[in-house]
Nanobody, 122 residues
């Protein structure tokens, strides 16, 4: 059993910052790519940023230069530092990871967290 638990969401004014965290726990053997997605009301869930186990990052154009994704492999945790937040960043943010468990060490399965609300408003 694997769980992803996000934290760090909340209400912030435009121009402010938030840091999201996502910790993976359970019978984990290895974690490959980790990422953050977001879903605004009435819209589809879209990729925000991703990071490989080796640290290679990828960002959607809308957040480049404002958001930074990082990870701590020893803690099975991924972070999203969000700066210069805009009202259009308002969404539920979901953590995502490709994880191999101790039961099947060569098979990676995709897991989602429960989501954390980020609201940018004055």
């Amino acid at each position: 059993q694997v769980q992803l638990v996000e934290s760090g969401g909340g209400l912030v004014q435009p121009g402010g910052s938030l840091r999201l965290s996502c910790a993976a726990s359970g019978s984990i053997f290895s974690i490959s790519t980790m990422g953050w997605y977001r879903q605004a009301p009435g819209k589809q869930r879209d990729l925000v940023a991703s990071i490989s186990r080796g640290g290679r990052t990828n960002y959607v154009d809308a957040v480049k230069g404002r958001f930074t994704i990082s990870r701590d492999n020893a803690k099975n945790t991924v972070y999203l530092q969000m700066n210069s937040l805009k009202p259009e960043d308002t969404a539920v943010y979901y953590c995502n990871a490709d994880i191999a468990t101790t039961i099947a060490t060569t098979n990676y399965y995709n897991y989602w967290g429960q989501g954390t609300q980020v609201t940018v408003s004055s």
